[in-house]
Antibody, heavy 115, light 107 residues
Framework: VQLVESGGGLVQPGRSLRLSCTAS????????MSWFRQAPGKGLEWISFIRSNNYGGTTGYAASVEGRFTISRDDSKSIAYLQMNSLKTEDTAMYYC???????WGQGTMVTVSS | DIQMTQSPSSLSASVGDRVTITCRASQDITYYLNWYQQKPGKAPNLLIY???KLETGVPSRFSGSGSGTDFTFTISSLQPEDFATYYCQEYHDLLFTFGPGTKVDFK
């Protein structure tokens, strides 16, 4: 099983970025997926999940990102996305995707929000 | 929302020591608790799920116990590769809140 995040980079405050999490080696459509982040030198923070479409594909968000971030999935491509809008400097972090059980994690993609 | 606390925030120990970390939830989460190990620059690694179930391939020196609001994570005999930060995480309310972490370093 491999999860590979992509799409991170340097972005100005107020701008948008879309992260992708490409999965291989697992029946992606059967898994609920989550995004997590870790600011430099700080602890882990869960930010969003999306259930399998078998369970309605419902989503959830942490209060810190609700209304600004949107999670989605494309099971035909085995990809989970995180659309991040209205980015703030405090969104600077390593972003990880993982299955919602916590067993599978990617290696992360760094997002830096700075002018 | 459920709040998670961990204690201590850091500890210094030697190889062979028994290490215990506690995690407390602000409300009853039954047994919906994970424990992770994270090393610098790496993604977290799931060690314990359902509060006490050892993930496949994880050494038996790691264990977890507890239910409700109070949980314990133990390393029975600390090994050199165990120096890391450990996090608890609840998954009772689908907000997947993490504890603040416990850093285990060399005495």
């Amino acid at each position: 099983v491999q999860l590979v995040e992509s799409g991170g980079g340097l972005v100005q405050p107020g701008r948008s970025l879309r992260l992708s999490c490409t999965a291989s080696g697992l029946a992606f459509g059967d898994y609920a997926m989550s995004w997590f982040r870790q600011a430099p030198g700080k602890g882990l923070e869960w930010i969003s999940f999306i259930r399998s479409n078998n369970y309605g594909g419902t989503t959830g968000y942490a209060a810190s990102v609700e209304g600004r971030f949107t999670i989605s999935r494309d099971d035909s491509k085995s990809i989970a996305y995180l659309q991040m809008n209205s980015l703030k400097t405090e969104d600077t972090a390593m972003y990880y995707c993982g299955d919602s059980s916590g067993f599978y994690w990617g290696q992360g993609t760094m997002v830096t929000v700075s002018s | 929302d459920i709040q998670m606390t961990q204690s201590p925030s850091s500890l210094s120990a030697s190889v062979g020591d028994r290490v215990t970390i506690t995690c407390r939830a602000s409300q009853d989460i039954t047994y919906y608790l994970n424990w992770y190990q994270q090393k610098p620059g790496k993604a977290p690694n799931l060690l314990i799920y359902h509060a006490s179930k050892l993930e496949t391939g994880v050494p038996s020196r790691f264990s977890g116990s507890g239910s409700g609001t109070d949980f314990t994570f133990t390393i029975s005999s600390l090994q050199p590769e165990d120096f890391a930060t450990y996090y608890c995480q609840e998954y009772h309310d689908l907000l997947f809140t993490f504890g603040p972490g416990t850093k285990v370093d060399f005495k």
